[in-house]
């Protein structure tokens, strides 16, 4: 029972590994050789750095279900705000995605008058533990074909995992432009009660 169990998950791998895209271009860090997202932003030279840790803050809450779950860092008179959240990802079986476990991130924004720099890095999968082909650990590993496992093929493998990262890719893509645009937002003058 437990062989056809197995034979069965690999057989939805296989099938799912053969109908992915090439692996999308990630940003590596040359200094980490991490997966890392940072760009520096300048937006309405009207908002000064408290004005865009207080929006930055409200993204965090509208982003993310509970934001003081996820802010794991914040220093108002420095101007940063660290959080550590995740992203659920799936897998491609017989033409429909199934969910396959979570992409833990951490996400750093740091803030001066008129601009911000956003760093998101620290990819870390955790799927579940009955996923006999997936290991936990850092994103960085699929890259570099650290996967292995026995009966599969480094190919099929390496087709599972990149629908993976292209999920990492355009979940953070997404994440940042959504940030840009709360971010870059005039400001506005506080309504008079």
């Known amino acids: 029972m437990r062989f ?3 034979f069965f ?3 939805l791998f296989t099938i799912e ?3 992915q895209k ?4 990630l940003p590596i860090d040359s200094v ?8 520096i932003v300048i937006v309405d030279t009207s908002l000064n750095k408290q004005e865009l840790f207080s929006r930055t803050r409200e993204w965090f809450a509208k ?8 802010i794991q860092m914040e220093d108002k008179e420095s101007g940063v705000i660290v959080g550590k959240a995740l992203m659920q990802v799936y897998r491609k079986s017989l033409g429909s995605d199934h969910e396959c476990g979570f992409i833990n991130y951490t996400t750093s924004v740091y803030f001066k008058d008129g601009r911000y720099k956003y760093e998101i890095t620290d990819f870390y999968y955790t799927g579940p533990s009955d996923n006999p082909v997936i290991p936990n650990g850092a994103c960085e590993t699929w890259l570099y074909g650290k996967v292995k496992y026995p009966l599969m093929s480094q190919k099929a493998i390496g087709k599972i995992l990149n629908y993976f990262l292209i999920q990492l890719d355009d979940n953070t893509k997404a994440l940042i432009v959504n ?3 709360t971010l870059k937002l005039k400001s506005k003058s506080k ?3």
């Open 4 to 6: 056809l169990i197995s």
């Open 9 to 11: 998950i690999l057989t």
């Open 17 to 19: 590994a053969f109908a």
């Open 22 to 25: 090439d692996n999308p271009i």
């Open 32 to 39: 980490t050789g991490k997966i890392s997202y940072n760009g």
């Open 63 to 70: 982003t993310y279900n509970s934001s003081t779950k996820v």
């Open 179 to 181: 940030l840009e645009k």
């Open 191 to 193: 309504p008079d009660w």
